[in-house]
């Protein structure tokens, strides 16, 4: 069965310094999200891509978090200039068309800001 | 704005007996109210949601506008239950909207 893939499982960063979290959506699916959950809060989404752009975005997803889909098949989070409070879960989940299609969601990775 | 609320951060009972966990709602507009599930060391999956009216794992969730609220029933719960549950919202036709998730409840199914 696919599945949503995530690299790295766990990433260590300075703060200051960018990162970018990576994710392989489903191949034929066309929706793609980030969420994030800091250790003991909600999952939040962060923002939605549709059709190369941005399609909704939350009021945590700032300048410094940017998307992208570079080739196809990846979809990437970059954050810029990585705080301390960046520090949390980081999930990926993809959708296909129809409105009753459910997100599959990745495994996640964890960020920790040092 | 949209909130779900899940008040009990855990949940422990003993198999066999009825389960509940419960997830309130507040949003404006018409909504669609999911169940997430998340076993152990393993990724979010959708368990259910109120449009399919379905019953998946013994579980059953109906959605009450008058009290704003989707809780998460099962008549005799088993070992394998437990795990975190998350109660999630988006807009009724919103298919590419961020879904806004509760805090989770953690369901421990004691022998």
């Known amino acids: 069965e696919p599945e949503v893939t995530q690299t790295p499982s766990h990433q260590v960063t300075q703060m200051g310094q960018e990162v970018i979290l990576r994710c392989v959506p489903i191949?034929?699916?066309?929706?793609f999200y980030w969420y994030r959950q800091i250790l003991g809060q909600k999952v939040e989404f962060l923002v939605s891509f549709y059709n190369n752009e941005i399609s909704e975005k939350s009021e945590i997803f700032d300048d410094q978090f940017s998307v992208e889909r570079p080739d196809g098949s990846n979809f990437t989070l970059k954050i810029r200039s990585t705080k301390l409070e960046d520090s949390a879960m980081y999930f990926c989940a993809s959708r296909g068309a129809g409105q009753d299609n459910e997100q599959f969601f990745g495994p996640g990775t964890r960020l920790t800001v040092l | 704005a949209q909130r779900v609320t899940q008040p009990e951060k855990l949940l422990s009972v003993f198999k066999g007996a009825p389960v509940e966990l419960k997830c309130n709602y507040s949003?404006?507009?018409?909504?669609?109210l999911f169940w997430y599930v998340q076993y152990s060391r393993q990724r979010l999956q959708l368990l259910l949601r109120?449009?399919s009216r379905e019953s998946i794992k013994g579980f059953t969730a109906d959605l009450n506008k008058g009290e704003t609220s989707f809780h998460l029933k099962k008549p005799f719960a088993q070992e394998e239950d437990s795990a975190m549950y998350y109660c999630?919202?988006?807009?009724?036709?919103?298919?590419?909207?961020?879904?806004?998730f509760g805090k989770g409840t953690h369901l421990i199914i004691q022998p």
């Open positions: 109120h449009i």
């Open positions: 191949s034929n699916h066309l929706y």
């Open positions: 999630a919202l988006r807009r009724a036709g919103g298919g590419a909207d961020g879904l806004t």
């Open positions: 949003y404006s507009g018409s909504p669609e």
